[in-house]
């Protein structure tokens, strides 16, 4: 196993924190397709379409190694912690349960379209981001 590379999770953050300060847009991860009225009469559900932005956050994660093992977040999973209220509550964190609940962040994606959006705009992401910096400091 290769040592974790926090590059990208640095640049991630810089980025992240030019979202916050609104330097950035939403556009910046992702646009949303509208719903599409299809042929046959039936309509397309709306859904976000990732930008690279996006890909270079989770990247950086993975970079990181940041990012639970199927069998770790199934045992995370089997602990029923309380989901966070604010992102502020990732601060004290222990680095188990932020990767737990950053692979929760990634597979919610696939039951919710825009479930990535919503925790980039609550600061989830770079909350987290920040969390891991500093337990590898």
């Given amino acids: 196993m290769s040592e974790p590379d926090f590059g990208p999770l640095r640049e991630a953050v810089a980025e992240l924190e030019a ?4 330097e950035l847009g939403l556009d910046h991860y992702a ?4 719903p599409e009225q299809l042929p046959n009469g039936s309509w397309t559900v709306g859904w976000p379409d990732y930008r690279p932005a996006m890909d270079r ?5 993975w970079a990181a190694d940041a990012m639970a093992t199927p069998e770790a977040y199934l045992e995370w999973l089997a602990r029923k912690e309380p989901p966070l209220q604010q992102p502020e509550e990732a601060a004290t964190l222990p680095r188990d349960e932020l990767v737990g609940r950053l692979f929760a962040i990634r597979r919610g994606e696939r039951f919710c379209d825009g479930h990535w959006l919503s925790a980039l705009e609550l600061g989830f992401f770079l909350a987290f981001a920040r969390r891991l910096l500093a ?3």
Avoid: N, Q, S
């Fill in 31 to 34: 646009i949303m397709v509208p």
């Fill in 19 to 22: 979202f916050e300060r609104g």
């Fill in 57 to 61: 956050l989770w990247a950086a994660f």
């Fill in 135 to 137: 337990l590898a400091d």
